[in-house]
């Protein structure tokens, strides 16, 4: 069953703008993880955040994580035409043993 | 260096004739999964081996089933393929289970027509 829905389901914005993805699981984790998936191909891990973390950075990458709303968010900072993916969240569930994949986030930054 | 393959990339086969999707690694880890993914939609497991434990998902259905003969290859197996089976197979390893804070490496996936 999925477990995280993503929020907007799809985005579209100017190279240079700020994106941020919404993710909203159901369950408690242990960790958050998030990947990007070109169109076509497999998914890359970009940040995993854990579940007694508030908020991390990577780059232009920044994560927070709001348990007690079991929700968290990704941003990018600046983006870039390259930036243009889909955004995957995904949880490791304290009774799972493999993660679980959100609807994903279409983000097409325009040059 | 790819790290874990999937071979074929593009795999097209006919109505209830069966089909193996196939996927190595050389990161020499413990966990492979394999996931569905259809159109515009999340990735969705099928079932995952940790070592030779074989850990199947309850709505997968019977048509799928999967080997893995070593470390280092796992395979798919599609009994009857069907029309609705058509999507993107991806193969994922990580060194031990996701729970224990650890990501997923993913192949590049094969895309399974079904005619």
């Known amino acids: 069953s999925q477990q995280g829905e993503e929020d907007p389901q799809a985005l579209s914005i100017q190279e240079g703008e700020n994106a941020t993805m919404n993710c909203s699981y159901k369950t408690s984790i242990n960790n958050l993880q998030w990947y990007r998936q070109n169109s076509g191909r497999g998914l890359v891990h970009l940040i995993l955040i854990r579940s007694n973390e508030r908020e991390k950075h990577s780059g232009r990458l920044r994560v927070t994580l709001d348990t007690s709303k079991k929700s968290s968010s990704l941003l990018i900072t600046a983006s870039r035409a390259a930036d243009t993916a889909s955004y995957f969240c995904?949880?490791?569930?304290?009774?799972?043993?493999?993660?679980?994949f959100g609807s994903g986030t279409r983000l097409q930054v325009q040059p | 260096d790819a790290m874990v393959i999937q071979n074929p990339r593009y795999q097209v086969t006919q109505f209830g004739k069966p089909v193996t999707l196939s996927c190595s690694q050389t990161l020499n880890h413990n966990v492979m999964y394999w996931y569905q993914q259809k159109s515009s939609q999340a990735p969705k497991l099928l079932f995952h081996y940790y070592d030779k434990d074989f850990n199947n998902e309850a709505d997968t259905p019977d048509n799928f089933q999967s080997r893995r003969p070593n470390t280092s290859f796992c395979f798919l197996d599609i009994r009857s393929p069907g029309l609705g089976d058509a999507a993107m197979y991806l193969c994922a390893t990580s060194r031990v289970r996701p729970a224990t804070n650890e990501k997923l490496f993913f192949g590049s996936g094969t895309q399974l027509s079904v005619l």
């Open positions: 995904a949880t490791a569930d304290t009774g799972r043993r493999a993660l679980t």
